[in-house]
């Protein structure tokens, strides 16, 4: 049986919205239970107080990150 695809959107200015089959583990290999949760955004910004997740503080921050796939290749 073939997995669906895990799809990462960088949201401008905002998280990581990752949806489909989430393993998340920590350093220590430890598995967060993401039970029932088919989608989770994660922080980009360093400011969250639920890391990894995202808690809008990115707003209330003013923080500001425009992110797009030519940033990767230096265009």
Same mark, same amino acid.
């Given at each position: 049986?073939?997995?669906?695809?895990?799809?990462?959107?960088?949201?401008?200015?905002?998280? /990581?919205?990752?949806?489909?089959?989430?393993?998340?583990?920590?350093?220590?290999? @430890?598995? *967060?239970?993401?039970?029932?949760? #088919?989608?989770?955004?994660?922080?980009?910004?360093? /400011?969250?107080?639920?890391?990894?997740?995202?808690?809008?503080?990115?707003?209330? @921050?003013? *923080?500001?990150?425009?992110?797009? #796939?030519?940033?990767?290749?230096?265009?």
């Amino acid at each position: 049986m073939a997995e669906e695809a895990v799809h990462i959107t960088v949201r401008p200015n905002g998280p /990581l919205r990752v949806e489909g089959h989430i393993i998340l583990k920590d350093a220590d290999g @430890q598995e *967060w239970d993401l039970t029932g949760k #088919p989608a989770v955004s994660l922080c980009r910004c360093g /400011l969250s107080e639920k890391r990894p997740f995202c808690d809008g503080a990115h707003s209330r @921050q003013n *923080w500001q990150c425009m992110t797009s #796939p030519g940033n990767l290749t230096g265009k």
